[in-house]
């Protein structure tokens, strides 16, 4: 926005300075020839008269039809330092040259420019600042100001010299840095000011309404049960919103009709199982009421753990800050009664998080890592941003190629199916779920030393870990 307003900005400027210098190019074009003219018939007028009454018209010749002029006669041509460069000076002095040229018929013509500080005047080039006021000072300066004075000097005769010295009333003349001066860069600053301003206030009143759907669009992952948006601001915004909040209703029915069809699956295959129990427990064959025993132990396992699954992706608590440090310590007590040894080091401070989820997250890795490699190492990280919370087991590692593969559902490396050796494969696909509702994240690695190492990565900012009820 700054680039595109400084760039109109710059070409209206350029286009004005454009015509405002043409403009004053034509007007400086008509002034000085005027003022030629002027000082031609003030030559002519001077040449008409005898030699001996021209001391006594100088003084009336320096003060006439309203222009400035400074005449003297002098012996010879006086030096002068000339300045200034550009169209207007050549416009001022071709036009001075081609019309006393014409008007007096005089081949040499001298126009040149000085300093009103530098001016030199009569045979003895005293400085104009050094005569008196009525002698000269008070037709070619003009203060404050401080204009370039146009002298022009013609051969009347042997050893006989016309100065004429005048102003042409066009300020800053020959000063590069016109067109750029400090009123119209303020008001350029200004304009700025103004348009950058009010199109950050109508961007920020078109673009708050989008900040609202993306953070919706980032809680829709943690809570589903998040209050919908307002359907409010520009028309496409409150279009898309009003969609947002059909995409959330329907998903939110998806997810209520998964819960009952898995429910409603597994309430049915219960049944049939615990009648095929039943009817096993009568086998006389002891070998095979064993084996048909185990089958339907497995896929009980295999039931409950797909109800597990779905149960675990309901993340519907209110948040609670909870002491990470003690979550995981009340673990490792459940799983010492089971044989487990897991040591803990570390601090974090209070994280806020649901409660359950949380736990069912940490809990699924470290049985993850009990069931590998009997016992675990799990060390705390506290962070500004996130806390970091890692688990290493000694067991087998995993190979970097499945690594990914271990997350997704009934996956396990573990050949076995037998209840003997537990576990479904849901584990860690629900601790990776849980953790990503809570803005965080699993990563594995294999241990240096041998083992596997768990990275759990919980983010502390609002966002993130304050989820929506």
Not at 93 to 102: G, S
Not at 350 to 359: H, Q, R
Request: hydrophobic content about 40%; overall charge negative; glycine content about 6%.
């Amino acid at each position: 926005m700054i680039v595109g307003v400084l760039t109109a900005q710059l070409a209206s400027y350029t286009i004005w300075t454009s015509q405002v210098r043409s403009s004053q190019l034509e007007q400086l074009d008509e002034l000085s020839r005027n003022v030629a003219y002027s000082v031609a018939s003030t030559m002519r007028f001077f040449r008409s008269l005898p030699y001996e009454y021209r001391h006594i018209v100088l003084d009336q010749l320096r003060n006439m039809g309203g222009t400035r002029f400074f005449v003297s006669v002098n012996e010879r041509r006086i030096p002068v330092e000339d300045i200034g460069s550009g169209p207007e000076k050549a416009l001022v002095v071709d036009n001075f040259r081609e019309i006393l040229t014409r008007e007096l018929s005089i081949d040499d013509v001298l126009v040149e420019f000085s300093r009103p500080e530098t001016l030199r005047v009569y045979n003895n080039e005293v400085l104009l600042h050094d005569l008196p006021p009525r002698w000269g000072q008070h037709s070619l300066l003009m203060e404050p100001l401080s204009p370039p004075i146009l002298v022009v000097q013609m051969e009347l005769g042997p050893e006989t010299w016309l100065y004429v010295a005048t102003l042409l009333p066009v300020p800053d003349l020959f000063n590069e840095n016109r067109w750029i001066s400090g009123e119209r860069l303020l008001a350029g600053f200004m304009v700025l000011l103004t348009v950058i301003g009010l199109s950050l206030l109508g961007i920020r009143s078109v673009t708050r309404p989008l900040a609202r759907l993306a953070r919706a669009a980032r809680q829709l992952g943690d809570d589903l049960d998040a209050p919908p948006l307002r359907e409010t601001g520009p028309r496409e915004v409150a279009a898309t919103a009003a969609a947002f909040n059909r995409m959330q209703e329907r998903i939110c029915e998806q997810v209520d009709e998964r819960e009952r069809l898995f429910s409603a699956i597994s309430h049915d295959l219960k049944t049939p199982i615990t009648r095929l129990r039943l009817r096993a427990e009568m086998l006389d064959d002891p070998q095979q009421r064993e084996r048909f025993c185990a089958s339907l132990d497995e896929l009980d396992l295999l039931v409950k753990g797909a109800l597990a699954s779905v149960k675990g992706f309901d993340l519907h608590e209110a948040v609670e800050a909870v002491d990470p440090r003690r979550v995981v310590e009340e673990l490792a007590e459940e799983l010492a009664l089971q044989g487990g040894q897991v040591a803990v080091e570390g601090h974090a401070e209070p994280l806020p998080v649901k409660p359950l989820a949380f736990k069912r997250c940490l809990a699924n890795l470290l049985e993850n890592a009990m069931f590998y490699g009997r016992h675990a190492e799990v060390t705390l990280h506290e962070g500004r941003e996130h806390l970091t919370i890692l688990i290493r087991d000694h067991g087998p590692g995993i190979p970097e190629a499945q690594r990914e593969r271990v997350f997704a559902p009934f996956v396990r490396l573990e050949p076995s199916r037998s209840r003997h050796t537990g576990g479904s494969g849901l584990g860690l696909g629900i601790a990776r779920h849980i953790a990503r509702a809570m803005g965080g994240e699993i990563a594995l690695a294999n241990h240096p030393d041998g083992g596997l190492l768990v990275t759990l990565t919980v983010p502390r900012r609002d966002e993130c870990n304050t989820l929506q009820h």
